[in-house]
């Protein structure tokens, strides 16, 4: 069998396997360019589930199957970069591994069950940035990109009140006969939804889970100690009553004794490392304590 | 660490990737916006091999708490304001993703970008023809400005 035939042979059987959902592109010639197909995960023909999708390009060399051909994933819908990268090591082993046979038939397979098995969106919804988890309520749309119920809702409500406050700055012979028509944030396309539906979903996970704040062990052990320190200062008189000195006549002794840079060394309680010397009068702490940090320098 | 609202959420991953990740030109005054996430400033520079090789611009971004449903007010700041068929000399730009066609998919990022490709479109360095009128009138918050785009060469 000739190099020609045995590629008709390949293309007829896969048109007849997938029939309109495959497409033969020939050149001038009438030699086949390309074969593409946009592959969607296996749902029991239940096209709503299949939330991810991707175009499969190949282009044949001359001397396909004995050369490899040269595969191109194009439109990924609900795929990140990190799963492309894996799809494509995949059908590269496949190539190899089917190098002088058919493969195409294969490569579709290959890709259709590796997106059976991830078929939940891997990107970020455009809105808020964070990802789909197990629970999340999103939407796919017609256009097949992706976003939390609760970021579209929210996209739909605004632009929706938008456009409305636009037309009313409007003169009457100026408005659009047209109503609101909601679209897609990332391609603009029309898109169709119920924004009351859409309304009542809660906040994204990660994002709802990100705003929680828990206090950790490491923070009970540092406000207990936080509270030690606070005790002691506050019986050692550190810590001044505002209100209560404000009506006390303050009074500066300027005596210059070397003895309070000494004490200052002395750490006390190895909590109250970096405080001021324990004194017994709360008002000439604030004097000595500046007092001392001068001399020390000197 | 307090509750921070969507938008500051938003606004928070979208620092740490322009920090980390930055398009060629451009950078971020990382320091004030970690102070006020609301207002950013942007240091651009102009592309190699267009009328702007060698400048530099600034940028400020303004937030609402809106945002990303609401578009930043961007605005050119600083002493060199780009000469442009559609900046004006009081740092306003004329352009559609800025208004009419912000939509939340869009980022500091693909904003800088465009701006950065507006500018390197342009084939003659000039202000826009009604400059000193809209100067004198505008207010100060170009968002308030009903623009008409029309030109879609530079």
Redesign the interface.
């Known amino acids: 069998m000739s190099q020609l035939e045995r590629v008709q042979e390949e293309l007829e059987a896969l048109e007849a396997i997938f029939m309109d959902d495959i497409s033969i592109i020939y050149n001038e010639r009438g030699c086949v360019d390309l074969v593409k197909s946009v592959i969607f995960p296996s749902t029991a023909n239940e096209v709503d589930k299949q939330y991810v999708c991707v175009t499969l390009e190949v282009k044949l060399p001359e001397d396909y199957p004995d050369s490899k051909p040269i595969i191109a994933l194009k439109s990924p819908r609900g795929l990140d970069d990190s799963t492309i990268d894996h799809l494509h090591n995949e059908i590269q082993k496949k190539c190899d591994e089917y190098l002088g046979q058919p493969v195409i038939y294969e490569l579709i397979e290959l890709i259709r069950e590796n997106l059976t098995e991830s078929n939940l969106p891997t990107c970020q919804c455009?809105?808020?940035?964070?990802g789909f988890s197990d629970g999340d309520s999103f939407t796919k749309t017609q256009c097949f990109h992706y976003f939390h119920n609760y970021?579209l809702a929210?996209?739909l409500i605004?632009?929706g009140k938008h456009f409305k406050e636009e037309q009313e700055k409007l003169p009457a012979w100026k408005r659009s006969t047209k109503a609101f028509q909601a679209?897609c944030?990332?391609c603009?396309d029309a898109i169709y939804c119920d924004v009351d539906e859409l309304k009542t979903a809660l906040?994204p996970r990660e994002?709802d889970d990100?705003?929680k704040?828990e206090v950790t062990h490491d923070l009970k052990v540092l406000q207990q100690k936080m509270q030690q320190l606070f005790n002691y200062q506050k019986s050692k008189g550190g810590i001044i009553d505002i209100e209560a000195e404000e009506n006390k006549l303050l009074l500066i002794t300027n005596s210059n004794d070397s003895q309070v840079a000494d004490d200052s060394v002395d750490p006390g309680p190895s909590l109250a490392n970096n405080i001021a010397p324990p004194l017994s009068n709360g008002l000439q702490t604030r004097h000595q304590r500046h007092y001392s940090k001068y001399t020390s320098n000197r | 660490m307090t509750d921070m609202s969507p938008s500051e959420r938003r606004l928070q991953k979208e620092l740490m990737s322009l920090i980390k990740d930055p398009p060629p030109g451009v950078s971020v005054d990382a320091e004030q916006a970690e102070q006020n996430l609301l207002q950013w400033t942007i240091h651009m520079e102009g592309a190699l091999g267009t009328l702007y090789e060698g400048e530099q611009f600034q940028l400020q971004f303004k937030f609402s708490n809106k945002y990303p449903f609401d578009s930043p007010e961007v605005t050119f700041v600083g002493s060199n304001i780009p000469i442009h068929p559609h900046v004006y000399s009081n740092g306003h730009i004329c352009l559609s993703i800025l208004t009419d066609d912000w939509s939340p998919a869009l980022s500091v990022q693909s904003v800088c970008l465009s701006i950065v490709s507006m500018l390197s479109s342009c084939k003659d360095k000039q202000r826009p023809p009604d400059n000193t009128f809209y100067v004198k009138t505008c207010s100060k918050n170009p968002k308030k400005t009903k623009w008409w785009y029309h030109d879609d060469s530079v």
């Open positions: 455009a809105v808020c940035l964070y970021c929210n996209h605004i632009t679209t944030p990332v603009r906040p994002l990100a705003q704040f």
